[in-house]
């Protein structure tokens, strides 16, 4: 079965760093054909990418938000990891992992993760 | 960066109804657009690329259209199972991923 599944706190207080990791199965992460993305939902509001891995390692980020995010990728766990520090309420959202084919479109969601930014 | 704008951002509409949804890009992007679904607790889900082409396993109510600047989402025939949340994307020159603002159907 081909899913990415989010694992992660579900509470981090202000100031603190986030660290989400998306773990694959049933392909591989360095797939050429595909790269994995971070895109996050603030409740009641729009869909807001943050970051991609390509499978050859290159990354890219949000301009608004790549001072405090970085992406990694962990193959032999099959993991891609999102860390993002300095944290607001403002970032409360469900973070979704998302897997996004070569025509750019994100063919395969996980089911995302909520975290809230609470002290 | 390409803005996208979706109109309506809220609908109320019975089951059966006909629904249409517009995507409006701030440049031209030919035909490299995107459509989604969201529900809560729910895995997203793809449903149209490349502005017309449906993903497998999409119900054949489901319809894009438009190519430049405009695109449209149709859903002939309203079903309970399609209140939810639609985003629409641009998947032409990424990174940055572009996503709509987001039109959420909901029951009348």
């Known amino acids: 079965q081909v899913t990415l599944k989010e694992s992660g706190p579900v509470l981090v207080k202000p100031t603190e760093t986030l660290t989400l990791t998306c773990t694959v199965s049933g392909f591989s992460v360095t797939n050429v054909r595909m790269g994995i993305s971070w895109i996050r939902q603030p409740p009641g509001k729009a869909l807001e990418w943050l970051a991609h891995m390509f499978s050859n390692d290159a990354k890219s980020y949000s301009t608004s938000l790549k001072d405090r995010v970085t992406i990694s990728k962990d193959t032999s766990k099959s993991q891609v990891v999102l860390t993002m520090t300095d944290m607001d309420p403002i970032d409360t959202a469900t973070y979704f992992c998302?897997?996004?084919?070569?025509?750019?479109?994100?063919?395969?969601w996980g089911q995302g993760a909520l975290v809230t930014v609470s002290s | 960066d390409i803005q996208l704008t979706q109109s309506p951002s809220f609908l109320s509409a019975s089951v059966g109804d006909r629904v249409t949804i517009t995507c409006r890009a701030s440049q031209g992007i030919s035909s490299y657009l995107a459509w989604y679904q969201l529900k809560p607790g729910k895995v997203p889900k793809l449903l149209i690329y490349a502005a017309s082409t449906l993903q497998s396993g999409v119900p054949s109510r489901f319809s894009g259209s438009g190519s430049g600047t405009e695109f449209t989402l149709t859903i002939t025939s309203l079903q309970p199972e399609d209140f939810a949340t639609y985003y629409c994307q641009e998947h032409n020159r990424y990174p940055p991923f572009t996503f709509g603002g987001g039109t959420k159907v909901e029951i009348k």
């Open positions: 998302a897997r996004v084919d070569f025509g750019g479109t994100v063919d395969l």
